[in-house]
């Protein structure tokens, strides 16, 4: 059956800020917050008279913002935009009709406001996470416009690198763009890398390279992408024997902010999962009944099953124990955590 394409919100903004067919008060959430972020930005660029931004555009967030004060700062005409812009963000109400420090009976007040706000106002909510069922997300629901900034698609993510490196005059080929939407790891299913970390890492990656074209080199060795896949990249170049590869992505990981006792948290699961995964292939198990045996992701068993061959259960098991006994070298300040997890790498 034809299954309708559903466009994301991203676009859907863009159409109503050209048609400028926005209603009074908008809701935007998702994990995609760097999307929210640029939504706001550009709403904000295209009805806020820079001279009175300070004025004319209001973000409301943390122990201050109260349920009157959204009401007050949403009532104040601007001063000389064409509209005033107010961003509540992070508004607990929006998680539980029964948030700390809000009485059911204001937050009943601002789900009535919403309704008959000012014409001259644009009123954001924001927030990561929403229940749609609490008093104000359901009047939300009704009354406001609603953007659901999830994750974009491949095509979509790799236009937004392709965008960037273009303004900044330098060139990245196919090959080039494959390897870098690969080195992110955005798309695995329990990733936490997002568009935020995107940009720093394209940011990284022009500075890194010549100034005119973008080489797979230049992304290897500036991308960290997420823990997991850093450990799957990791377990790829040491099989391939290419341990010299293995120690750049290692560095590049650390080298990124990523927290040594994280790293080795992330390493241990793997590797622990992989020797589960490896105990039920050669019992005879298929992904379904590993699945269904260990919980978890189906993905990341998948993930693990080609590993599974290349590896004894002797050999996971050896491993196993030198990064338990990497952790406690550092912890016990035998070595720090590059040396440790340096001769970990050349150990396997």
């Known amino acids: 059956m034809y299954k309708k394409t559903v466009k994301h919100s991203f676009k859907v903004f863009s159409e109503h800020l050209k048609?400028?067919?926005?209603?009074?008060?908008?809701?935007?959430?998702?994990?995609?917050?760097?999307?929210?972020?640029w939504a706001v930005e550009t709403?904000?660029?295209?009805?806020?008279?820079?001279?009175?931004?300070?004025?004319?555009?209001?973000?409301?967030?943390?122990?201050?913002?109260?349920?009157?004060?959204?009401?007050?700062?949403?009532?104040?005409?601007?001063?000389?935009?064409?509209?005033?812009?107010?961003?509540?963000?992070?508004?607990?109400?929006?998680l539980s009709d029964s948030a700390r420090g809000f009485s059911k009976e204001e937050i009943k007040e601002l789900a009535n406001y919403i309704k008959e706000s000012n014409e001259q106002t644009i009123l954001i909510f924001s927030a990561e996470e929403v229940k749609m069922t609490t008093v104000l997300s359901a009047a939300l629901k009704k009354s406001a416009q609603c953007y659901d900034f999830d994750k974009i698609?491949?095509?979509e993510f790799s236009s937004f690198a392709k965008k960037r490196f273009k303004q900044a005059g330098v060139e990245i080929g196919p090959a080039a763009l494959s390897a870098l939407v690969e080195a992110t790891g955005y798309f695995n299913k329990?990733?936490?890398?997002?568009?935020?970390?995107?940009?720093?890492?394209?940011?990284?990656?022009?500075?890194?390279?010549?100034?005119?074209?973008?080489?797979?080199?230049?992304?290897?060795r500036t991308v960290s992408g997420d823990l997991e896949t850093f450990v799957f990249d990791m377990l790829d170049a040491i099989t391939a024997n290419k341990k010299d590869k293995a120690f750049q992505i290692l560095y590049n990981i650390l080298?990124?902010?990523?927290?040594?006792?994280?790293?080795?948290?992330?390493i241990v699961s793997q590797f622990e999962l992989l020797l589960a995964v490896k105990e039920l292939r050669d019992d005879g198990l298929d992904v379904s009944a590993m699945h269904k045996k260990l919980g978890g992701s189906e993905f990341r068993i998948k993930k693990l099953m080609p590993y599974a061959g290349k590896y004894t259960q002797k050999k996971l098991k050896e491993?196993?124990?030198?990064?338990?006994?990497?952790?406690?070298?550092?912890?016990t300040g035998l070595l720090?955590?590059?040396m440790a997890l340096e001769l970990f790498i050349a150990g396997i």
């Open 255 to 266: 080298y990124s902010g990523k927290d040594a006792f994280s790293i080795i948290g992330v």
């Open 19 to 37: 048609n400028e067919t926005f209603e009074k008060v908008l809701l935007m959430y998702g994990v995609e917050q760097y999307l929210v972020k």
């Open 190 to 220: 329990e990733s936490d890398y997002r568009l935020f970390h995107f940009a720093n890492d394209i940011q990284k990656v022009i500075a890194h390279s010549d100034g005119v074209r973008v080489s797979e080199e230049d992304i290897l």
């Open 336 to 338: 720090d955590s590059q």
């Open 43 to 94: 709403l904000v660029k295209k009805y806020v008279n820079p001279a009175t931004t300070s004025m004319d555009y209001v973000l409301l967030e943390g122990e201050e913002t109260s349920c009157s004060r959204i009401i007050e700062a949403a009532e104040t005409f601007s001063m000389f935009s064409a509209r005033r812009i107010v961003w509540v963000r992070n508004f607990k109400p929006l």
């Open 319 to 331: 491993t196993l124990s030198a990064i338990y006994e990497v952790d406690r070298q550092i912890k």
């Open 153 to 155: 698609d491949k095509a």
